[in-house]
């Protein structure tokens, strides 16, 4: 069976990845129509709702299901508060949002410790449940 601390690197990575595929589209799109480098207004406003599209699906990726991303799904794990019940949606967005802003130093702090910064600030783990 593989270790958690594995488990959530890889939840990570899948989480992060599925969402970064969006800011992959737009400079596909961009430069197929070849506006990214003749006109830097409308590219900006072509990646703009690309870019918070990015933030919404990163942001809202534990809510997906219930407590769990697509990538703690798939690996079984889920976010709980450190006194084990279900955190409340504006802890999760939060969460959300402070491990992308923290993403390089979560990914070595899930290394090391098993928690990201977000775990830290608002008092949740990430743990293994049945599928």
Known sequence: MKSIKLKKILSFLIDYHLSCSILL???FILKKTQLYSTNLLIS???FFPFFILFFITFGLKDLLFQNQSI???IFGLAVYTDSDMIPIKSIMIKRSLTTLCFVSIDF???LIKKKCVAD???KTK????RK
């Open 25 to 27: 589209i737009c400079e």
């Open 44 to 46: 900006a406003i072509i």
């Open 71 to 73: 990538g703690k799904r």
């Open 108 to 110: 070595i702090l899930i």
């Open 120 to 122: 830290y600030i608002y």
């Open 126 to 129: 990430v743990i293994e449940v």
